[in-house]
């Protein structure tokens, strides 16, 4: 079993930024890959970037340049910075972990992109 805990949500303006968290707990060993998906009201979750136990990181394109995954071994916690924010960044943001067999989510944090 993989428990994941996300934080770091919030509201902020648009330009502004945001760096959201997820701590992983359980059989950590077994995580190939995190991810950080998220899901506005009335649409599907979608991806937002991934980084596996590598390193290698992909962002989509709705996010390059903007968005940043990474992670910090040592506290088994993988972060999504986000910056130049925009109304349309609102959602609630999930993270995702991958073993070869199991996908498990966290309860998700909120961001709200608003004047």
């Known amino acids: 079993q993989v428990q994941l805990v996300e934080s770091g949500g919030g509201l902020v303006q648009p330009g502004g930024s945001l760096r959201l968290s997820c701590a992983a707990s359980?059989?950590?060993?077994?995580?190939?890959?995190t991810a950080w998906y998220r899901q506005a009201p009335g649409k599907e979750r979608t991806l937002v970037a991934h980084?596996?136990?590598?390193?290698?990181?992909y962002h989509a394109d709705s996010v390059k340049g903007r968005f940043t995954i990474s992670r910090d071994n040592a506290k088994n916690t993988v972060y999504l910075q986000l910056n130049s924010l925009e109304p349309e960044d609102t959602a609630f943001y999930y993270c995702?972990?991958?073993?070869?067999?199991?996908?498990?989510w966290g309860q998700g944090t909120q961001v709200t992109v608003s004047s």
């Open positions: 995702n972990a991958r073993t070869s067999n199991t996908a498990y």
């Open positions: 359980g059989s950590i060993f077994r995580i190939l890959v």
């Open positions: 980084i596996t136990n590598s390193g290698t990181t």
